[in-house]
C-alpha cells in the first residue's frame, strides 16, 4: 500500500457525508479502518513518519520492506485524513494522531531552510533529501486542518 492511498480514509470519510442511512456508517467505518492502518506505518517508523509504501506480507503489517520504500517526502495524505476523519466523527485520537505527526515532522524534517524529506524513517537519525516539496505548506501544515489538532500544552 502506498503513502498517497491514505487518502483513501478522508475520501471515504467524504463519501459517508450525505449518503443513505444504510451506507454511511459502512464508508465511514471503511474510512476508519484505513485511518487506523496509515497510522500503524507511521507508528511502527522510528522517526513516527510514514514510509511512501509498506507491506502486508507474513504477519507483518504496514511495514516498509525495501529500501526505496522507506522514504517520507512531507506528503500530506494521511494526515489529511486523520482531519476529515475527526472532522465526521469527532474522535480525539485523530487530533492525537496528527499532532503526533506534526511532532515528528517538526522534530525530524525541519532544515535550517525549511523542511525536508527524510530518506530512511526506519533510521535512528534522519538522512535529508534536502527537498521541501511544493505541496508540503499548501497541503501537510495547511493551518485549516491543524486546527483540529490539540495545543502543545
Keep these: 500500500m502506498g503513502h498517497l492511498t491514505c487518502f483513501a ?76 476523519m475527526w472532522r465526521f466523527t469527532h474522535d480525539p485520537k485523530y487530533r492525537q494522531w496528527g499532532w503526533e505527526a506534526a511532532q515528528a515532522i517538526d522534530k525530524y524534517c525541519r532544515v535550517s531552510g525549511g523542511f525536508s524529506g527524510v530518506k530512511d524513517v526506519y533510521a535512528s537519525a534522519p538522512t535529508y533529501d534536502d527537498v ?11 493551518p485549516w486542518r491543524l486546527a483540529a489538532i490539540p495545543s502543545a500544552s
Design 132 to 142: 521541501q516539496q511544493s505541496f508540503f505548506l499548501a497541503e501537510t501544515l495547511n
Design 9 to 84: 480514509g478522508g475520501m471515504f470519510a467524504l463519501g459517508a457525508d450525505g449518503s443513505r442511512d444504510d451506507k454511511a456508517g459502512h464508508y465511514l467505518q471503511l474510512g476508519a479502518e484505513i485511518a487506523h492502518t496509515c497510522h500503524e506505518s507511521y507508528d511502527r517508523t522510528t522517526l513516527k513518519l510514514g514510509p511512501e509504501a509498506f507491506k502486508f506480507d507474513g504477519g507483518v503489517e504496514a511495514v516498509a520492506v525495501r529500501q526505496n520504500e522507506k522514504y517520507y517526502i512531507l506528503r500530506p495524505e494521511v494526515i489529511e485524513t486523520y482531519w476529515y
